[in-house]
């Protein structure tokens, strides 16, 4: 795993030196782009694994498979990503030629194989016992949102996303052509909806709650016992499940991100007030560590 993540950091380099020499663009942005988006992304998604794995009292001989399984087919995916670049044309949707459709079909049964093998390893990790239960629940909320955030490319591929253009099967901008006025560097659409940011969020869940996680032990542990981290963490998972779930709604209804209508404004409003709320009253029960102790 961790040979495959210094891989996906050379990548990383040479796709963002790629950006400034290679004066290619392709659906308005550097060509490049893509590669270096994806290989720092398999840096963050293969390092969490890794230290993930490593919290297991024992050794497992599935999660290992299983982690295999994903160096392999995220290692594909990218050799396609690349290939495709110095191809000078694009990976995802294209069905222009036999050899692109092949290349894309291809991209989508691997992805389908690695979510697979996701699914596994989070089984793996949730039947065995983590002596930390707010680093269990961390872990276990991740994986569990992480999956959420690959469902949230589905729509990507929906016949309603066709652009009407022959030989592309997708998009992932709603209501404007992909390639449009985007965000610097994630290039999210300024014009239209964007389905990469609820799948984004999504995916990144599995470093943002076992982050939570360690703040709230290093910062809180004199101050809350164990349950109510637990608490906090599930809340925050909670919220962090309707977000990506929110995100994914706006862009579906063709809102930039930066330009939400009253009603997007009001959800979000209504999962502030919640969430807070909720954190508010197990904090003013929380007890501390030594009284949990003590009792």
């Known amino acids: 795993m961790m040979v495959f993540v210094s891989a996906m950091a050379v990548l990383a380099v040479v796709s963002a030196v790629g950006i400034f020499a290679d004066p290619r663009v392709l659906t308005g942005v550097p060509i490049w782009l893509k590669p270096f988006k994806f290989s720092v992304s398999f840096v963050l998604y293969g390092t969490t694994l890794a230290w993930m794995l490593s919290l297991l009292p024992r050794r497992s001989r599935v999660a ?17 990503i690349v290939g495709q670049v110095l191809r000078g044309t694009t990976s ?55 999956l959420l955030g690959m469902l949230a490319a589905v729509p990507m591929l929906l016949p309603s996303q066709a652009p009407g253009i022959e030989g592309i099967s997708g998009a992932h901008s709603v209501g404007v052509p992909d390639g449009g ?18 799948h984004f969020v999504g995916l990144h869940a599995l470093q943002a709650l076992p982050i939570l996680a360690i703040l709230l032990s290093r910062f809180l542990g004199t101050r809350l016992d164990e349950r109510s981290r637990v608490r906090l963490l599930v809340v925050a998972g909670g919220a962090y499940g309707v977000l990506t779930m929110l995100l994914t709604w706006q862009a579906l209804r063709g809102q930039p991100l930066l330009r939400p209508d009253a009603l997007t404004l009001a959800a979000v409003a209504a999962l502030v007030v919640v969430t807070v709320t909720a954190a508010g009253v197990i904090v003013a029960r929380r007890r501390r560590p030594e009284l949990a102790l003590a009792a």
């Not at 290992?64 to 396609?80: K, N, R």
């Not at 691997?110 to 793996?124: Q, S």
């Not at 006025?181 to 609820?198: A, E, H, K, N």
């Open 181 to 198: 006025p985007g965000l610097p560097l994630v290039g999210w659409s300024t014009t239209g909806g964007d389905l990469r940011i609820g």
């Open 64 to 80: 290992e498979w299983a982690g295999t399984v994903i160096v392999a087919m995220s290692l594909a995916e990218m050799v396609v």
């Open 92 to 146: 995802h949707y294209n069905e222009t030629t036999p050899l692109n459709a092949a290349l894309w079909q291809a991209m989508g049964a691997l992805i389908m194989v690695l979510f697979a093998a996701h699914f596994v390893i989070g089984i793996v990790v949730l039947r065995q016992p983590i002596a930390d239960r707010a680093a269990a629940y961390a872990v276990g909320l991740g994986f569990g949102l992480s």
